[in-house]
């Protein structure tokens, strides 16, 4: 069980990788952050995205991971967190599996 300030530090860092991304992004496809998991330790943090289209999304999560350094610098200039969280990025699998049943229901 998440205590309130993993909640709250997740969802922050997931609002500040939505905005990063949103600047930093050369990616001919929009990368969409779902959500952000934090460890208990607030040191170390995974974003999840989506991308679309969805062949793309090699090419975005290479994007993402090379991104990781300057992701922390925006961190440390745009929040008082402490210490700042090593940061990884991943496909979001759950909103993928949901996006597929969402089509199968609707053939």
């Known amino acids: 069980m998440e205590s309130k300030r993993q909640i709250q530090v997740s969802q ?7 905005e990063f991304l949103a600047r930093e992004s050369s990616v ?3 990368i969409t ?10 040191k ?4 999840f995205i989506s991308v679309l289209p969805q062949t793309m999304e090699e090419q975005a999560l290479k994007f993402t991971k090379r ?13 008082r967190l402490h210490p700042i969280p090593i940061v990884d990025f991943a496909i979001d699998l759950g909103e993928k599996n949901r996006q597929r049943i969402d ?5």
């Open 67 to 79: 991104a990781r350094s300057d992701f922390r610098a925006y961190i440390k200039k745009q929040s």
């Open 44 to 47: 170390e943090v995974t974003v």
């Open 12 to 18: 922050e860092l997931a609002h500040m990788a939505g």
């Open 103 to 107: 089509e199968l229901t609707r053939k």
């Open 28 to 30: 001919k496809a929009l």
């Open 33 to 42: 952050v779902t959500h952000a998991e934090i460890s208990p330790t607030l």
